[in-house]
């Protein structure tokens, strides 16, 4: 998957490859040497379809808290236990 | 004598290829080890170009199990490495320290064990967020939270400016779980908002984009349908301002004498 790789970077880094519409971005995906499935999701621009073909498994990309009472400071591992009434 | 072990964080921005800083890219190249959180696999396959030891993190992380208990453990692996002597580098989606608990915390603990550590700063969602919707922050101001965080707390909001609400969809998580809650925790979010907002105010879920070949997502609803609103981990709500700024008269009455006065003050002790 390297090539997919490379070419989401040069998507991303290049702002002229970005603006590529219609047929100009169908023939740069067809360029590409990755399995049929993986060139129509490029094609449709599905990002839901690309990631079930690459990943084994949703990513997770939640890095806070949600409340940072003093229970969270707790290391016995129940942080977050509702507090009393 | 043994290496003396380092720390950076840095973050690789939001979609792959056009956020990453060339400084945070030679951090992350010339690490011993690269731990990663990132919001996308593919984003993950690219840092694995980058350095032949790229680790990620997401295995931290499993259903039901306290976030703050990942976060520990995500924070013990890293700092493992550095107590070994490596230079390591912390690689995580957006800006490092931006809702991000567990980096800032690992700076200071390498610190307070006497290993060199510092952040990089990078392009957060909240960064795409002006771009994507035409929000300048600094024109009426703009509040941020998060969403249990607000639930939680008795907090003031100011109908004036803007509000953006992080992890909406783990509105009323108060266990921290690693799973959305329900349109019945949501409904007090947009019980707790209306006491702000008119219950039929535009709002909207907003998305940004991870790969080029993706639009963000930016979609428009009365805060009432929130509820029911299709959110994923990575949604963000943004609430525009429900009324104009309020002018504060006695304030601008002072800051008129004080005028008058330094232009007094001014005409007699100017040079002739």
Redesign the interface.
Known sequence: ??N??AF??????DGR??GLTGADYAAAVDQLDLPAPVREA?RR?D?AA??AL??DAP???????????PD?EDDD??????PAA | MARQGSLSCVGVGMVLGAHLAPRARSLIEQADVVFCVVSDPLVEQWLAGMNADVRSLQDCYAPGRPRLDTYREMQERVLAQVRAGRRVCLALYGHPGVFARMPHEAVAAARAEGHPAHMEPAISAEDCLYADLGIDPGRVGCQHHEATQLLLNQRRLDPSAWLVVWQVALAGDRRNLTRGTTPAHRALLVERLQRDYPRDHEVVVYEAATLAIAAPRIERLPLSALPEARLELQSTLVVPPAMPLRADPVMHARLAALEAGACAMHTVTAPL
């Open positions: 998957m390297s997919l790789v989401l970077e040069s998507l991303g880094a490859l970005d490029l621009r990002v690309l990631h690459v990943a990513m997770m990309l939640v890095l806070v808290p949600g409340d940072e009472t969270d591992g129940k942080d977050g236990d509702a």
